[in-house]
C-alpha cells in the first residue's frame, strides 16, 4: 500500500526501529511509547485491521503473538507482565490502518482500558 506509514516502514522507505524481522512479522518501538517499552508487531502483509483477516491468514495472529511473547522475553518485560492490545477501527481508536499489536510493558497499567 503506496500511501501506508507501516509499509514504507517494512519497506525502508521511511526509518524504523526494528527489533524483530522475519519473513512474515516485524517488531518495531512505537514512535510515540506510552509505557516504557512499548513495540508494535506487524505483519508484512498489508492486512487493514483485525477485522479484514481472511481464513487463508488463520495462523498469522498466532505467529504474531508468539513473536509477541518472544520480544517481551527480549526487552526484559517478561516477567513483570505486559500487555497486548489490537485497536480495531475507529472507536477502538485505531489510527494506523494496518494491522498491529501494541506490546505494552515496564511499568504497572491500571485496568482501565480508556
Ligand atoms: P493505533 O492507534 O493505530 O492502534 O496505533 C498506531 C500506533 O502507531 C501509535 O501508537 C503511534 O504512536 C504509532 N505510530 C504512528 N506513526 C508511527 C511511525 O511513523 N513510526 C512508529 N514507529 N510508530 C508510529
Ligand atoms: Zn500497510
Redesign the pocket.
Known amino acids: 500500500m503506496e500511501d501506508c506509514?507501516?509499509c514504507k516502514?517494512i519497506n525502508g522507505k521511511?526509518p524504523?526501529?526494528f527489533v524483530y524481522k522475519d519473513a512474515e512479522i516485524v517488531v518495531?518501538?512505537?514512535?510515540?511509547?506510552?509505557t516504557p517499552t512499548?513495540l508494535?508487531v506487524i505483519p508484512v502483509k498489508h492486512i487493514a485491521m483485525l477485522s479484514d483477516i481472511s481464513p487463508t491468514d488463520n495462523t498469522l495472529m498466532g505467529n504474531m503473538i508468539a513473536v509477541a511473547n518472544k520480544a517481551a522475553k527480549e526487552q526484559g518485560i517478561c516477567e513483570s507482565g505486559y500487555r497486548l492490545?489490537?485497536?480495531n477501527g475507529k472507536n477502538?481508536?485505531?489510527?494506523?490502518?494496518h494491522l498491529?499489536i501494541?506490546v505494552l510493558g515496564g511499568r504497572p497499567m491500571s485496568g482501565n482500558f480508556d
Open positions: 506509514i507501516f516502514i521511511i524504523g526501529d518495531i518501538r512505537d514512535i510515540n511509547p506510552l512499548h508494535l492490545v489490537v485497536n477502538a481508536g485505531q489510527l494506523v490502518a498491529h501494541h
